[in-house]
Each structure stands twice: as C-alpha cells, then as structure tokens.
C-alpha cells in the first residue's frame, strides 16, 4: 500500500542573524520547505498561513503541490534539481523524506534537520546556521540505513532559495596567472551551471558566486553570495523555478564511486558558506570578511601584524646557493624586511623543475652543512625564516618515486600524465602521508622555521587509488588531514597555500592555513583586478600580494616602484625580486613604501573594505573602521584619462554627519609635483601637518577632489574623523 502525502500541520523554525533571517516551514513527514531568506524580519514574525494554502493548483499539473524544500528528491514529483541523486544497482533510485524531526542547537541561530527516506533507507542531517555576521552555514550528512550499498552520484552541500528579482550572477573564470576574472550572466529560465572536476579548487571555476537583485550596487542593494569550502572538485546550479524563484545548490563533484556508501555508512559534504546583504557587494563581502576571520586558526590565537615577507622565487628561481641567498637576506633586512622565505631548489638534487619533488632534505651540493648556517644568518638579522615545500607531488626522477613507484595517483593500464614533469602522490595511503610528515616535521623540529609555503602545482588527472577507485576526495581529505598534523605537532607554524598561485583558494584550506599565494602574476594592472574579485570573498590579510620586478616576470610590463608597491600595500605585502640589484634611489624608495606599510598595517588588516569605481576610470578602496571614522583611501589610475578634469570621487560609507581631516599619505622622502599643471591648492593642503578639514557629507556627495595624473599611479588619502 503506498504512503499517504504529507498533510501534517506546519510549523516555523526562524533563524535571526543581525540583519538577516530565513524562515523554514516544517511538517512531520516531509523535508522543510523554505519560506523566506532575507533581510531580517520582526521578532515573531511569520507566515500567516501555510504555503500550500496560498497557491492554486495550475493546470495540467500533479494533484500535491511540491514547493522547494531544504533538501529536494527526484522521482517524486519534483521535477527540478534534485539535492539527492542515488540509487542501489538501478533501485531506490526514487526518494522522498517520509519524518522530519528539529534538533535545536542555539534558539534562532542554529539546527539540525533529520530527514528520514524510510522507503529507500536514508537518513539525512541538514545542519543550518545563521551566524551574527549574517553569514548562512548549510552542510548535509546523507547515512544510508538499508542492507545494500547506496551510490550517491550528487549530494548538494545546501539548497538555498533565491528571490524572484534576482536578476544577474557574477561568477569567476580564469587561468594561471589571470584568476578572478568576474563573469556576469544573466539569470533567465535557463540553467545556469558551473563545474571543476580538476581535483583542486582550481584557476578557472571559483567554487562560488554573488546574486545580484535590481539596482543592486557596490554600496547599497540586495545581494546574495554563496560559497563552497572545499578544496576539490565541485559544481553549483541556480535554476528558475515555477513560482518564479530559483534555487541554488552547491556541492562536492563526486567522480563515480566516490559516493558509494556501505550499509551504515556516512558521506558528509563540504560546507556552504553563504550570505545576503542590503547594502550591496561591500555589505556582502564584509559578512565574509568577518566570517572567515572569526575561522582562522592563528598561531597563538591570535592574528600577529602580517610581517613583510621576501620570497626568494622570481629573486632567484632554482638557483640558491647559501652565500647568494644570505647576501639576498643582508640586503633584504636593510629594507625593512620581516620574513625570510627560501623557495624551490633547496632540497636534495633541485636544480630545475625536472626532478627531485618528495626528496625533502637539503640538497648536498648547494647545502653541505645542512639549512642551518642560513637560518642562523636570517634570523640573526632579525627575520623570521620560512620553507617551500609542495608535499603532494613527487616528480619521476626522484629517490621517492624511484623507491616507491605505486605511491603516485595512477590508473592500471593508463599512462601517467606528467604536469610540470610531476606527478600527485596518493597522500591518502597512511605511508606516503607518513613520510610526508617525518620529512617536514624532522626540518621544522630541527631549525627555528616559523612559516611553510605549501604549493600544489598540477591538476589531478588518473585520479586511482591503490583500490583501482577514484580518489579526488581522498586526496583532498587527506591533504586536510596532514595539514592538521603538521600544525598539531608544530603550533607556532604558519603555512601559505599555494596552488601555481590561485589554484587552491577557499575556506576549508583557510582552516588550516594563514595566507594565501593569490596569483603567481604579480604585474600590478593585472593584481588590480584578481585583487578585487579575491576581496569578495576573502580580507586583504590573508592576501598575499608582493612587489616584483620591472618588467614583470608574468608579462613583460613595467610599471613604476610607487604603482607597483600601492597595489601590494593592502594585502600581506611582500617582496619578489633581488632587492641586491636596485639602485640606490630605487631601495630608498622600496623602503620607504615598506614603512608606509607598517604604519598602516593595522588598520589595513581589521575593519572594513569597501571597493569602488569613480569616473575617467578610477578604481579605489578604503579599509577603516566599522563607523568609516578612520579609513585609508587607495585610489588607483590604471588606464590614462579622457577627460580634462579628473571627476570627484563619492565616498558613501563615510558619516555625513561629521567632518574629517584629510591627509595624503606619501613615503618620507618622496618629492611632489609642483606647477599649476602639476597639482593644485587642494593637493597642496593635503601634504601639510594639519592638513584640511572636509565635511563627511560632501565627500559622501559631491566627492573628493583627485588629482590629474598620469596612467599607472596612485592617491593615497588618510580620513579621519573629527
């Protein structure tokens, strides 16, 4: 005899952020259906009635009316995106949750939804939690409770509502060298869809995305945005629904076989990290700003200002030799320096990226005696030293792979695909990762190492486990897992995640780690924009962002000290080249920049970011307080000017009710123009101790005044309120 249809009585679970709410409404036998996600609503707000009571039945259409739920099913009358795509050998391929019991765990902030399929034999947990950042947390636990395996094929993370007025999304493609790059898509009846099945988070598919409503701006307007913590493969949808909303899944890719459950066994996804905002793309970006942060694991609990860091790579690439790279370290020190990193070519025969990855001992021809004379030179000149590692890789001609040939990822009968002349090792079987962890630990527990820079640089393909089973999940699971041993063992450790620069950026890698390599292009016109798109979702401290040489190694422009240092100045400033070879006026001015950062370094990595655009092509940020009553304007020029007169900036975060004295902000030591054509009384004003006094309301309205200036500069103003 078939199940009756649900008919329980429904009731509401309401969840309050500080400025957001979401509204489930719950009955006995059937999974919740989503009522509202929004701005906050009244206390002991809720709907008026069912919502089933509120809709008539179309025509030609099934006799029940099936709304979107927390965790839709297929094969039962709902015929969009499924949350659930499983089945045993062809059978249960159909599901429909038959109980659904609430488990509080904060009142208004957090629960657990228990859904039982008592037909098909799955239970499934949807944890929700809406945060005082108004940040959504959704992660679901799928438990197949039937005496034969179950294979899932998609588990969505979440399944969130969106807003019939939702009208565009902005996406991030990209490549090496050139990540973020925003997409903009219209939203309509058509799916829209974007999937990485590189084994990483990858370059080119961002595992996330902004939902922008009428009107919506950087400042002000309803927006959503929504990202998946995970570290491998993945896919979201957003897809219109009949009663004119649309809904938005995000989840794990499972390649086939990774979701085949055993009976009693479990398959928990990754996290949706998700928000609303009223206040625009600004508003969004700080209720993840302020999320991740209150994540981050710290050394010691607590973020330390973000040293200025000196990475060795396009200094030197392969070629470091102890004395090269002590004289490097002298001259770095001299600038202002902070953190010593020695990239590839230090360990055991490195000379080129041909050989020797999974070889992790100092190479016996470049450093006889070991890493230890070089550390003591580093840190005796009062800088922390740091380490390159890239622990998932093993290239052919290596001692490792030459011991252990079926550590590496590989499929039987399939060639092995090289990238970069290397290969993944399998750091899912316990003795590779093992190894891994002696080699590193054995460094770190001999020498005074207060930093790893953990690269990953290749795409996953023959993917194959030991079994013969795909093992994207694995790899990923596993590369979590000795990140968390490696810092149990070693607490004061700090580690970089870097995938070839951007490949590996999301908040589950954040749990583990404190700074990310955001692109290996560091021309500073190309970081404008990666820049941006990262800042979305991301705060400026954990953004590595490093001065580097002119031309850029990347692509051949130059562009002056002064751009290039600006540019790098809000994220976690570094430095990328052989400080031994600027000239004297150049390493005076290096330094100087380095001190501006310094100086500015705290208000730069706490508080607010907002981003913006002003006219004749200016890009600018501010970083201050949450009352914009201290903030640091950064206005950049990229392209040259096609007006005579540079149009004011408007500054709508800033109190209109105050005034604020304004100050530029310049390294010690910097000349500035002079001559009417050059600058003008305002600017003037500005680079005087008590420099000028403005009203918030006109600055908010009419703007600040910018100057004229050439392509490839940058204005940098101090904003403080009265």
Same mark, same amino acid.
């Given at each position: ?19 957001? #709410? ?6 006995? *036998?059937?999974?919740? %259906? ?13 709907? !008026? ?43 249960? !391929? ?10 509080? &765990? ?45 294979? $899932? ?15 565009? &999304? ?33 370059? *080119? ?58 009976? +009693? ?9 998700? #928000? ?24 010691? +609990? ?5 040293? $200025? ?27 202002? =320096? ?10 055991? +025969? ?7 990855? +999974? ?11 070991? %890493? ?25 001609? #290596? ?11 590989? &499929? ?46 290749? *795409? ?22 000795? !990140?968390?041993?490696?810092? @149990? ?5 700090? =580690? ?8 590996? =950026? ?15 292009? =560091? ?10 798109? !990262? ?23 130059? /562009? ?16 990328? %080249? ?20 310094? /100086?500015?370094? *705290? ?35 990229? &392209? ?53 006094? $403005? ?15 050439? @392509? ?9 309120? %009265?």
């Amino acid at each position: 005899m078939n199940a009756p249809l649900p008919n329980s009585p429904a009731q509401y679970a309401v969840l309050h952020g500080r400025a957001t #709410s979401l509204v489930l409404e719950v009955h006995a *036998d059937e999974a919740p %259906l989503w009522r509202y996600w929004g701005p906050r609503l009244p206390e002991g707000a809720a709907p !008026f009635m069912p919502l089933r009571d509120t809709r008539s039945l179309p025509s030609f259409n099934l006799d029940f009316d099936q709304p979107l739920t927390v965790a839709p099913t297929s094969g039962v009358g709902w015929f969009g995106q499924s949350a659930l795509l499983a089945h045993r050998e062809g059978r249960d !391929f159909a599901q429909a949750f038959t109980q659904c019991e609430l488990e509080w &765990v904060t009142p208004q902030r957090a629960l657990k939804v228990h859904l039982t399929d008592s037909v098909a034999a799955l239970r499934l947990t949807v944890n929700l939690s809406l945060d005082e950042h108004d940040v959504l947390l959704v992660q679901s636990t799928l438990t197949n409770t039937g005496t034969a395996p179950l294979d $899932v094929q998609w588990l969505a993370a979440g399944t969130l509502p969106l807003p019939g007025q939702a009208r565009e &999304v902005r996406s991030y493609a990209g490549q090496h060298m050139h990540e973020f790059m925003l997409q903009v898509d219209a939203l309509s009846r058509s799916q829209w869809r974007r999937e990485n099945r590189r084994g990483r988070t990858s370059h *080119d598919c961002f595992p996330g995305a902004v939902v922008t409503t009428p009107g919506a701006t950087e400042h002000a307007g309803l927006v959503y945005g929504a990202h998946l913590a995970w570290s491998g493969n993945h896919a979201q949808t957003i897809e219109w629904l009949h009663d004119g909303q649309y809904q938005w899944q995000q989840g794990e890719w499972l390649a086939p076989g990774e979701g085949l459950l055993a009976p +009693g066994a479990t398959l928990t996804t990754p996290e949706v990290v998700a #928000s609303c905002s009223a206040q625009g793309l600004n508003g969004l970006a700080a209720n993840f700003h302020a999320e991740l942060r209150a994540r981050l694991n710290w050394p010691g +609990g607590a973020m330390r200002a973000r040293p $200025v860091h000196l990475n060795t790579w396009e200094g030197f690439y392969f070629d470091v030799y102890p004395e090269k790279v002590k004289e490097l370290a002298t001259a770095a020190a001299k600038v202002g =320096i902070e953190r010593f990193v020695l990239d590839d070519g230090w360990f055991h +025969g490195r000379h080129d990226d041909t050989s020797s990855l +999974g070889d992790w001992w100092p190479d016996e021809t470049k450093f006889p005696k070991g %890493l230890g004379d070089l550390i003591a030179h580093v840190r005796g000149l009062g800088m922390g030293f740091g380490l390159w590692f890239e622990p998932e890789m093993v290239n052919p001609n #290596s001692e490792l792979f030459r011991a252990h040939p079926d550590w590496a990822l590989q &499929v039987a009968g399939r060639p092995l695909l090289t990238a970069r002349n290397q290969l993944v090792l399998d750091i899912s079987r316990p003795e590779a990762s093992d190894y891994l962890f002696e080699k590193i630990s054995a460094l770190l527990g001999a020498h005074p190492i207060e930093y790893i820079k953990w690269d990953h640089n290749r *795409d996953l393909t023959s993917a194959g486990l030991a079994n013969g089973s795909a093992g994207y999940r694995a790899q990923v699971l596993a590369a979590y897992a000795l !990140f968390a041993r490696l810092r @149990a063992a070693h607490p004061s450790v700090e =580690i970089e995640s870097c995938s070839g620069g951007g490949g590996r =950026i999301d908040f589950a890698v954040l749990r583990h780690t404190h700074r990310v390599w955001t692109s290996d292009n =560091i021309d500073a016109l190309s970081r404008l924009a990666i820049q941006r798109g !990262f800042l979305q979702f991301f705060p400026p401290e954990v953004m590595g962002a490093h001065v580097g040489t002119a031309p850029a190694h990347s692509t051949g422009r130059s /562009q002056a000290m002064a751009f290039r240092a600006t540019v790098a100045l809000p994220g976690h400033l570094g430095v990328e %080249l052989d400080v031994r070879h600027l000239g004297e006026a150049e390493t005076r001015e290096l330094q100087g920049w380095i001190a501006i950062y310094k /100086q500015w370094r *705290d208000r730069l990595h706490h508080g607010r970011v907002w981003l913006g655009q002003g006219g004749d092509g200016l890009l600018w940020q501010a970083h201050g307080d949450e009352a914009a009553s201290d903030v640091l304007l950064l206005a950049y020029r990229p &392209v040259p000017s096609s007006h005579r007169y540079t149009p004011a900036l408007q500054l709508p975060m800033l109190d209109s009710s105050v005034r604020y004295r304004l100050r530029q902000v310049l390294p010690e030591g910097t000349v500035r123009p002079t001559g009417r054509h050059n600058t003008a009384p305002f600017f003037d004003a500005l680079n005087t101790p008590e420099g000028l006094v $403005v009203d918030g309301a006109w600055l908010a309205q009419a703007g600040l005044p910018m100057p004229r200036v050439q @392509a490839e500069t940058a204005f940098i103003v101090h904003l403080q309120k %009265l």
